[in-house]
């Protein structure tokens, strides 16, 4: 009795051979009940023999293979478009002026000139400060009779709380901001708010973080100053000088200036890298009209509103003013960054001659294009009536922007969810005589595709944990490519070898066809149930799973249509990919900018975070992602030996390149430097007892490797720093008794501590007690006073049976640090008073070894006292492939 193939079944083959017809040479007629069991049982002789229904490896592998290449090419290319070329300015209305980069960049070499700009010292608070405002004077003076400037230097003291790095509270005292208020010559009473820092990290120069942002503030400010077109809002811009002291300076502005109740909206100026595109990562909360403003006003647009829910949730350690305009002024606004060459974000290589003058005038165009738009809108004096709601974004390879609400979205995905359920029920459950069977074999492929991704997973990560066990880490980080030939191709061999298995073992005898269509209807299966549950978990990210749900499913829809009545092979292939096209270009786009950002992180991401894992796990996500619709053909090609064979041997020459050392993590290369970061503090401890005598002391150089690699590269170069001298944890004490500048001690577990002899700062901490009062409610209260250097951390670790119930910081909630100690950042500018603060702890009896003990610890950023002789002599022998960036400190604990 003759059968035909079960409907619908992909036929890739062509037409007119003795297999599709009678003996006579008609067609067969169509079989009844669609058994693939059967037609893989009829055919098996043919397969057997050579297989010839099936797509030949030699054209299948090659052409996925350069399909995938080329769009990998496109997404590259996307990325650099706009700068490879100057940005060509639009023709200019009457009244209107350009934005010009060259003036700009004048701006940031003068600033960047200046040197690093710590807050306290002299080149920020003063230097820096005055050529600001003279560049602004100067504004002022050619600006058109449209326009009012008014000019401010505020100088806050306050403290608040913060959640970021396991929470701290910060005090601040005498800190610098410089604030410009542009205009109508009648005056407004709405503003947007345009933000930036001048202040820098200690020993760089802090070009792109982030002077690049004030130098495009000043030449904006130029630019709609000298226009004749007047402005419906004031614009005001913010030259903040404390960003890096953890956002010290955005709180005192927005908490303590007159201004600040008139900003109705805000754009933060950052930078996660050097140069290139400005990505808006950030947005809201809510007030989906600000999206709405910058896509219809930012000429050159880069959004994602992935990247927002990706550093929203925590995994990326940084924060920007963003934060402290949102949670504490209450204000919606548009956070920006560069994100290219993050390897020397923070290091002596972030100057000016790095940024490209196309990036700059990018940015420009787009900064100046958006304030413009704000200033002149109706929506900024009515934001409050457009606040609710979040807003789905994202570029579309850096032409232009979609965006639309997520109630929108939410309905989109579920209707492109239900038609994809719809179709597969209709798929399996008919006819009704093969709805069990049918649907047997359906969740078997789809518990297959769903364990190979398993199965890859877990191999590729068992590989980057042996090469994080051998010491060879990293070793990607200046040779990306060969994180792709030593993880990629392991993933996607793992991933073909276990389908091929399942392909000659379990379905020895199915029809190949049938099997490409059911793996082809599983990996959509999956990509629903994504769809419906991050829709579900309220994600605006979630329309990467319509596309990939959505552009399949009508691809298949028309290719069946297409080819139900003609076979074909490459050309069926060709068509498929067509289809695919979309989904598949975006996620390579989407995927590179993720590897742009996340790859440099991994050498700054503390000593426990295993970043080959991180980055193996990554890539193992994306070769899932990609292979998603291409596992059927696997199932449609003659043999997958030559494929398996090619991967597995790239993997195996990769793998014993990288075991032998061959690929050096870190570059001094002075065109693209990729260094190791390492952090020296030069300290004195001094331990107390509850009488106040001293029972330890010590002094030496602290090492903090700020990768997973730790010293191990450093040891060749300087032997006595070796893991003989780890740094022992001092249990008794807060944060382990050591000087951390901030709490990030849950990152850097590892870390060594060199002897040294003593240092003498010329400008010692005073600390002293003012009173000890036992107040109304039995509780104890410890008023103290501080005065040191520009930047003092406070450790605070109440005793057992003692509790912190208030103090004088903050909001008076203190707010424990990960770990449970308690720790306070301070920092103070220019002829700053002294600190006094107060502590007030409960304890149910008197103890003998008191209730609390609290250390305090002063560092040295600049100056005289800010390297002493022995730490310049050992940070001359590190290699230059490092950046170093070493200060003197000092630390004293007492007990209360």
């Not at 934005?99 to 690093?116: D, H, Q, V, W």
């Not at 934001?383 to 609400?405: K, W």
């Amino acid at each position: 009795m003759e059968r035909s193939a079960p409907p619908p079944v992909w036929r890739f083959r062509a037409t007119g051979g003795p297999r599709d017809r009678g003996g006579d040479g008609r067609r067969a007629p169509p079989r009844e009940d669609g058994d693939p069991d059967a037609v893989g049982k009829e055919r098996g002789g043919a397969r057997r023999r050579g297989g010839r229904g099936a797509l030949p490896e030699a054209r299948g592998a090659p052409l996925v293979l350069l399909y995938l290449l080329g769009l990998r090419a496109l997404a590259q290319l996307s990325h650099r478009q706009l700068l490879a070329r100057p940005a060509a300015p639009s023709p200019p209305h009457a009244g209107t002026r350009q934005f010009s980069a060259p003036r700009a960049r004048e701006y940031l070499n003068s600033i960047t000139a200046i040197g690093p700009r710590t807050v306290g010292s002299p080149e920020n608070e003063v230097l820096t400060v005055n050529y600001l405002l003279e560049q602004i004077r100067a504004i002022e003076r050619e600006s058109a009779d449209a326009h009012k400037i008014s000019v401010d230097v505020q100088r806050p003291t306050g403290s608040f709380s913060i959640d970021f790095l396991g929470g701290f509270t910060s005090y601040y005292a005498n800190i610098t901001n410089v604030v410009v208020k542009l205009e109508p010559r009648s005056g407004a009473e709405h503003a947007v708010l345009s933000n930036c820092h001048f202040d820098s990290v200690p020993n760089t120069p802090g070009a792109s973080d982030d002077a690049v942002s004030c130098a495009v503030m000043l030449e904006i400010l130029y630019t709609l100053s000298k226009s004749s077109e007047p402005l419906q809002h004031a614009i005001i811009f913010l030259f903040n000088g404390a960003e890096e002291n953890i956002l010290q300076a955005s709180h005192g502005f927005i908490t303590q200036h007159e201004w600040a109740k008139s900003i109705r909206a805000f754009i933060n100026l950052e930078a996660a890298g050097v140069g290139g595109k400005e990505l808006v990562f950030q947005t809201g909360p809510e007030n989906p009209w600000l999206v709405q403003a910058y896509v219809a006003a930012a000429k050159h647009p880069f959004a994602s509103v992935m990247a927002q829910e990706i550093f929203q949730s925590g995994i990326i350690p940084a924060d920007t003013d963003f934060r402290i305009y949102r949670d504490f002024g209450n204000v919606p606004g548009i956070d920006l960054a560069f994100i290219e060459n993050g390897y020397i974000y923070h290091t002596e290589y972030d100057t000016s001659d790095r940024i490209l003058t196309d990036s700059i005038q990018r940015a420009g165009d787009n900064i100046l294009a958006v304030l413009k738009y704000l200033a002149t809108s109706d929506k900024l004096a009515k934001s409050s009536e457009y606040r609710h709601g979040n807003v789905v974004f994202f570029d579309v390879l850096g032409l232009f922007v979609l965006a639309y609400p997520a109630r929108v979205g939410t309905i989109m995905n579920y209707i492109t969810a239900a038609i994809a359920f719809l179709y597969l029920s209709k798929k399996v459950l008919q006819p009704k005589t093969r709805a069990v069977p049918n649907l047997k074999k359906f969740f078997t492929a789809f518990s297959l595709t769903l364990t190979s991704w398993v199965c890859t997973l877990v191999t590729v990560l068992l590989v980057a944990v042996f090469i994080s066990i051998i010491g060879r880490s990293l070793s990607w980080y200046t040779h990306f490519h060969v994180s792709v030939f030593l993880y990629g191709t392991a993933a996607a061999a793992k991933l073909i070898l276990v389908h091929t298995l399942a392909k000659k073992f379990f379905y020895k005898n199915m029809n190949e066809q049938y099997l490409g269509d059911v793996f082809f209807d599983a990996s959509l299966m999956v990509w629903c149930i994504a769809l419906a549950v991050i829709t579900h978990m309220g994600l605006c990210s979630a329309f990467v799973c319509t596309l990939w749900v959505a552009f399949p499913l009508l691809a298949k829809l028309m290719i069946h249509k297409e080819f139900s009545q003609k076979g074909a092979t490459v050309k069926f292939v060709m068509m498929y990919m067509l289809g695919m096209f979309v989904p598949y270009l975006y996620m390579i786009y989407l995927s590179w900018t993720v590897f742009e950002m996340f790859t440099p992180i991994m050498g700054r991401s503390g000593s426990e975070i295993p970043p080959d894992v991180v980055l193996a796990g990554f890539i193992v996500v994306i070769t899932m992602i990609l292979s998603s619709y291409f596992i059927n053909f696997i199932y449609l090609v003659e043999s997958t030996k030559t494929t398996l064979i090619t991967l597995t041997t790239m993997f195996v020459v990769t793998l014993i390149l990288v075991c032998s050392g061959i690929f050096f993590p870190y570059s001094s290369d002075v065109a693209n430097p990729k260094p190791k970061r390492v952090f020296l503090q030069h300290t004195n401890r001094r331990f107390h007892d509850v009488d106040g005598n001293v029972v330890k002391s010590d002094s030496g150089i602290w090492i903090n490797g700020f990768d997973y690699n730790g010293i191990s590269h450093i040891t060749p170069y300087v032997p006595e720093i070796n893991d003989t001298i780890r740094t022992p944890c001092e249990e008794h004490a807060p944060f382990c008794g050591l000087p951390w500048i901030l709490p990030v001690h849950f990152m850097f577990r590892k870390n060594w501590y060199l002897p040294a002899p003593e240092i003498f700062p010329r400008s010692p901490i005073h600390f002293k007690v003012l009173s000890k009062e036992l107040m109304p409610s039995s509780s104890v209260r410890l008023s103290f006073e501080v005065s040191g250097p520009s930047h003092m951390s406070l450790y605070v670790r109440p005793h057992e049976g003692s509790a912190l119930s208030t103090w004088s910081l903050g909001d008076g909630t203190p707010v424990a640090s990960s770990g449970g100690d308690y720790f306070v950042f301070y920092s103070h500018g220019l002829q700053a008073m002294p600190w006094r603060f107060w502590v007030e702890l409960t304890a149910p009896e008197k103890r003998s070894d008191g209730i609390v003990s609290l250390a305090i610890a002063a560092h040295y950023f600049f100056g005289e006292d800010q390297k002493s002789p022995q730490l310049r002599a050992l940070l001359e022998r590190f290699p230059n492939w490092m950046f170093s960036s070493g200060w003197s400190c000092t630390y004293d604990l007492f007990v209360f």
